[in-house]
Nanobody, 120 residues
Framework: QVQLVESGGGLVQAGGSLRLSCAAS????????MGWYRQAPGKQRELVAV???????NYADSVKGRFAISRDNAKNAVYLQMNSLKPEDTAVYYC???????WGKGMDYWGKGTLVTVSS
């Protein structure tokens, strides 16, 4: 069984910063892409940033220059540094990873989400 557990959400004032963390655990053989999505109230879930294991990092236009994604492959972890936060960044942030399990099956996994609230 594979799990993704996020942490680091909270309440911050506009212009502030937060750092989200996500760690994968369980029967993991390898991890391909890891990334972050978010879902604001009344809206669809959207990509924030994704970092493939060997490709270019991709960011949503709305966060370019403000957010930075990074990975620690030794820890099976992914991070999202969020700077210059805006009220419109308020959402539940979900960690996502495409993981090859120990028995050779690959699939998408999701964390349960962590709430980020940016006050104006």
């Amino acid at each position: 069984q594979v799990q993704l557990v996020e942490s680091g959400g909270g309440l911050v004032q506009a212009g502030g910063s937060l750092r989200l963390s996500c760690a994968a655990s369980g029967n993991i053989l390898s991890i391909n892409s890891m990334g972050w999505y978010r879902q604001a109230p009344g809206k669809q879930r959207e990509l924030v940033a994704v970092m493939p294991s060997g490709g270019d990092t991709n960011y949503a236009d709305s966060v370019k220059g403000r957010f930075a994604i990074s990975r620690d492959n030794a820890k099976n972890a992914v991070y999202l540094q969020m700077n210059s936060l805006k009220p419109e960044d308020t959402a539940v942030y979900y960690c996502n990873a495409y993981i090859i399990s120990s028995w050779g099956k690959g699939m998408d996994y999701w964390g349960k989400g962590t709430l980020v609230t940016v006050s104006s």
